[in-house]
T-cell receptor, first 109, second 112 residues
């Protein structure tokens, strides 16, 4: 069974707009990570937020974590066509991670 | 080249045949993982390994066998392939200190 569930399943926006995707999970975690997957490729690690953190930034990425609601959000600001990809959250209990089903983001030029 | 490599990139096999997917990493990462990716299911963990000679089952291990005699290699074997094992298989590794996974490029396996 999936631990993380991303929402929405698909998102289409114009270049320059912000993209927000959400992840909900079921059990306690040590950390939560976000990954990007371009079509036909492996996943690439984007950012990690620990369970005692509420917000983290990396370039145009902002991740928030609300452990009381068991949810996280990934915000991509000023999106670009190159951001078109699928985005997955992964929740970690110990050293193995459980991935959600992903959000497919399409950024239109 | 440094990194994590999977081979083959594409594989077509017949039902009932044994097939082995290879994964090799050059960083001496302790942890290695095999996932399968299917539409509607996301990535599901098949097997993982915390070190050489230490492996454990993940979420969907049935029909698969792994071994890890050397730290850098983590092959996945389908003992008798079934059509339900048609999928894209990803290998990943992680060091002791860095919590992020590094993924290989995947193997697209079709069982006919």
């Amino acid at each position: 069974s999936q631990q993380g569930e991303e929402d929405p399943q698909a998102l289409s926006i114009q270049e320059g707009e912000n993209a927000t995707m959400n992840c909900s999970y079921k059990t306690s975690i040590n950390n939560l990570q976000w990954y990007r997957q371009n079509s036909g490729r492996g996943l690439v690690h984007l950012i990690l937020i620990r369970s005692n953190e509420r917000e983290k930034h990396s370039g145009r990425l902002r991740v928030t974590l609300d452990t009381s609601k068991k949810s996280s959000s990934l915000l991509i600001t000023a999106s670009r066509a190159a951001d078109t990809a699928s985005y997955f959250c992964a929740t970690a209990g110990t050293y193995k991670y459980i991935f959600g089903t992903g959000t497919r983001l399409k950024v239109l030029a | 080249d440094a990194g994590i490599t999977q081979s083959p990139r594409y594989k077509i096999t017949e039902t009932g045949r044994q097939v082995t997917l290879m994964c090799h990493q050059t960083w001496s990462h302790s942890y290695m993982f095999w996932y399968r990716q299917d539409l509607g299911h996301g990535l599901r963990l098949i097997y993982y390994s915390a070190a050489a000679d230490i492996t454990d089952k993940g979420e969907v291990p049935d029909g698969y066998v792994v071994s890890r005699s050397k730290t850098e290699n983590f092959p996945l074997t389908l003992e008798s392939a079934t059509r339900s094992q048609t999928s894209v298989y990803f290998c990943a590794s992680r060091s002791d200190r860095d919590l992020g996974y590094t993924f290989g490029s995947g193997t697209r396996l079709t069982v006919v």
